[in-house]
């Protein structure tokens, strides 16, 4: 991470698709190539996003959220790229499924909802208002050791790859 974006000063580092400033726009973009792990920045007609980076006496602070017009193939070449794990491969790895189930929810709970109701429930909750509901036809894919105190997620929902992330510590 850049360390111009986190110098602990109490205050908020804001790019987002509406952006009027060219450079702010410019620099917008090289964050979500870096985050989708796309090989150069650029405008895509449709694309949505709001990147909050924060960081002073409280620790850091980020939220990110893209949306992104994708077709199934091009979410399934950054999904690979990415390294990324659905959500089935999250609770098969022995050394990852705890905190998989804590973070997205129900692990106290005696009888869970089905993974698939967790993860949407999840997704629901952590979206921007500018990105699609998930419904029973998502494909979410999580980034490997995702946890509580930083996770980051990518899902497809209606021609559009969105990615949630958050950092805190």
């Not at 702010?24 to 190539?33: E, M, S």
């Not at 909750?125 to 996770?151: H, K, L, M, T």
Request: charged share 30%; aromatic share 10%.
């Amino acid at each position: 991470m850049s360390s111009d974006l986190h110098p602990y000063d109490d205050v908020e580092r804001r790019f987002c698709d509406a952006d009027e400033d060219p450079s702010r726009r410019q620099r917008g973009l090289a964050l979500v190539a870096g985050l989708l792990g796309l090989p150069a920045p650029r405008r895509v007609e449709g694309m949505r996003y709001d990147l909050r980076y924060y960081s002073g006496g409280t620790g850091v602070f980020d939220r990110h959220h893209v949306a992104l017009p994708c077709d199934a193939a091009e979410v399934d070449a950054i999904v690979a790229r990415l390294g990324l794990a659905t959500p089935e491969d999250a609770v098969a790895d022995a050394g990852w499924r705890e905190e998989f189930e804590w973070f997205i929810g129900g692990d106290d709970e005696e009888e869970l909802p089905p993974l698939r109701a967790r993860v949407e429930a999840f997704v629901a909750g952590e979206r921007a208002d500018f990105q699609p509901a998930p419904d029973e036809r998502a494909r979410v894919w999580f980034f490997r050791g995702s946890n509580v105190n930083a996770w980051a997620l990518v899902y497809e929902q209606d021609g559009r790859l969105c990615l949630i992330a958050q950092e805190h510590g």
